[in-house]
Structure formats: structure tokens, C-alpha cells
Nanobody, 111 residues
Framework: QVQLVESGGGSVQPGGSLRLSCAAS????????MDWYRQAPGKQREWVGV???????SYGNSVKGRFTISRDNAKNIVYLEMDSLKPEDTAVYYC?????WGQGIQVTVSS
């Protein structure tokens, strides 16, 4: 089973940027579609976006134009670049793929 570990979270002011990484174990990582989700306190988990094994991406309406997903199959890493961050982006972010979830990482956007 693939294991996923997120990193790169933290606190940032509105308008700032952060890049999350999701490192995956397993030599067949490149064959999987990978998603990012997030969950804010008291809210349901929200789909953020997806990247296919070919590198095609799609995003939720709330992040479209501000977030970018990319992947490096040689390094078994998926990235979530978050720009123009807003307080409503505050959440625990999770990567998901190959039937596995990461442990989640906190992102806080506050002045």
C-alpha cells in the first residue's frame, strides 16, 4: 500500500503563498491519479483538485486560478502551490491517491 506524507504547511498572511508537498512511498506512484482535499473546522472535507498520471489537472471553484498542482514522478512527490491565500483557505490539507490518505497538514491564513 502506498504511504503518503504531507509537508510544507504553516501560517501565512492573507495574500501570501505556501507550497505543500506530498511524498509517496512505492515505485508505482507515477501510475496514480492524485488528489488534494482540505477540511476546515466544523466543515465537511472539500475537494481541492486533482492531477492525473499524465499531468492533467482540474480544480475546485474556490481555488481555481490561485492553486496549482504538479508532480515529480521521479521523486514520488505531488505539490500543491497555493497563491493569493485567503483566510477561508485555512484548513487541514490532505493528499489522496492509490487508496491512501496522508495524515494531513495544517494551513492557517491570518493577519
Amino acid at each position: 500500500q502506498v504511504q503518503l506524507v504531507e509537508s510544507g504547511g504553516g501560517s501565512v498572511q492573507p495574500g501570501g503563498s505556501l507550497r505543500l508537498s506530498c511524498a509517496a512511498s512505492g515505485s508505482i506512484f507515477g501510475g496514480y491519479t492524485m488528489d488534494w482535499y482540505r477540511q476546515a473546522p466544523g466543515k465537511q472535507r472539500e475537494w481541492v483538485g486533482v492531477i492525473t498520471r499524465e499531468g492533467t489537472t482540474s480544480y475546485g471553484n474556490s481555488v481555481k486560478g490561485r492553486f496549482t498542482i504538479s508532480r515529480d514522478n521521479a521523486k514520488n512527490i505531488v505539490y500543491l502551490e497555493m497563491d493569493s491565500l485567503k483566510p477561508e483557505d485555512t484548513a487541514v490539507y490532505y493528499c489522496h491517491g492509490a487508496g491512501s490518505w496522508g495524515q494531513g497538514i495544517q494551513v492557517t491564513v491570518s493577519s
